[in-house]
């Protein structure tokens, strides 16, 4: 080595700071290390004989083997290192691989996972010239070639990923210029019937239109005979003013509101449902070959209709105690936007009620129970099973007063405010008893030639709304022909826009519920 020569030509007496200081004209010492850099210059590293890695062909250099791979097994290094994303280490690791399992060349271009990543192909051997070659220095010019399944797979699933993301932020940024339009437009604008339409929070209203995509609440629903037959009845027994009309049908979940149209002779019917539930319900209007009938997935206020008016629109938008949910916005706004001058709306009117209600055994169950939970006081929870609402079918005997009417929505009138209202009620007392409770229910009207209804009432056939139980915290004994005063108040709930707030004063106590 150079070092070592270096060494033997200088005496241990000459220090080397001294050997610097030879003049330029001295020869001695500089040629012969000039003449030893010439003699002992390496050869390329690439230049000694290579055996193919698939045959016993010895080429002269690395270079010219990896030419005969390509030419002779049509095996290309720069395609395989592109294929598998490969480096320097993995290029070793395949070479110990061939020569360790004696692979083929066409069994390597088959592989659509690099098999040779096992740590233990990286483990030295007997010396083979293909290890030392630098394999970033590969050529990758010429036309690309074909992906491999593996690399598509790979694409898709990057290309998926950021295409979400893509959504995720397009949706984010459209319901904040929303927002942002919506509050200019409210800072000088009086509230009323133009108003832009509540949205909620992104996520909670994901999950309500996801709530409807499921097979129980629609098999609830169609099971529900007084709901169904009734807004069949207001169809098929009133054909003289849906026949030949355009329909559009707001919320249609499964279709058959938009199937009684079509049967009862509207030339056109439009269903539009967010809930995934309408893929299934278009394939049901397929297999009925109802040929009038056209579903669309989407949210009615951010989707194109086929036609921009309808005669007639028709929707069963009715949560518990009537208003939970907060669908009756999107009635408001087709009716602002979709309804042609002249058109009806169905049903055409609903009113909500309240009574009072003394069921003890009831009030032990549901907020007396948690004085004493297999010995346990769990009392703190008394608060709030008052404050949620229960929706339950009721025993009518236990009606202690009468029904007082507490709001009226005309649906060709009422406007974005309608949850937020105040009545004061007087229930009379019919028959003694101790009230613990009361009671919400509402009537939907069909303003029709042929007129239909039905009603909530615990005196009447029970529905899927069931009735909303107010309870109170201390219940109050009472006689016929008291008359019980009171307050309630109702107010959209501030984080869910398709929940309510509501209060009732009564007994000298506010209550405060929340129906989510």
Known sequence: MKDTEVKDNTTEEEPVKEAAEVPASSSSDEDEYDDIDDDDEPMDEGDEQTTCLFCTETSTSISVAIDHLDARHKVNLSELRRKFQMDQYSFIKLINYIRANKISAEQLLSAEQPFWQDEKYLQPGEYEPWLCYDYEDLKTDGAPTQPSV?????RIAEQSQLLQQANEDMERMRNDYKALLQKVHADGEPKGSNQSVPRNNVCLDNEYFKSYSHFGIHHEMLSDEVRTSTYRASLLQNEAVVRGKTV???????GILS???????????????????VYTAMDIIRKNKIENVELIKGRLEDTDLPEPKYDIIISEWMGYFLLYESMLDS???????HLKPNGIILPSRCTLSLLGYGDDTLYAEQVEFWSNVYEVDMSDLRKQSIEEPLMQVVDAKFMLTEPEQIANFDIMTVDINYPNFTHQFSLKVTKPGRISAFVGYFDTLFELPSPVMFSTSP???PTHWKQTVFFV?????????????????TRRHKEDVRGLSVDIEVFGKKHKYIVV
């Open 473 to 489: 915290d201390n219940p109050q004994v009472v006689k016929e022909g008291d008359v019980i005063s009171g307050k309630i108040t």
């Open 248 to 254: 559009l049908d707001v919320g249609c979940g499964t």
């Open 459 to 461: 005196s009447a056939t």
């Open 331 to 337: 009635i408001i706004y087709a009716r602002e936007n």
């Open 259 to 277: 199937i009684f149209a079509s049967k009862a002779g509207a030339a056109r019917v439009v269903g539009i449902d967010n809930s995934d539930i």
């Open 150 to 154: 593996l690399e598509l797979q790979q």
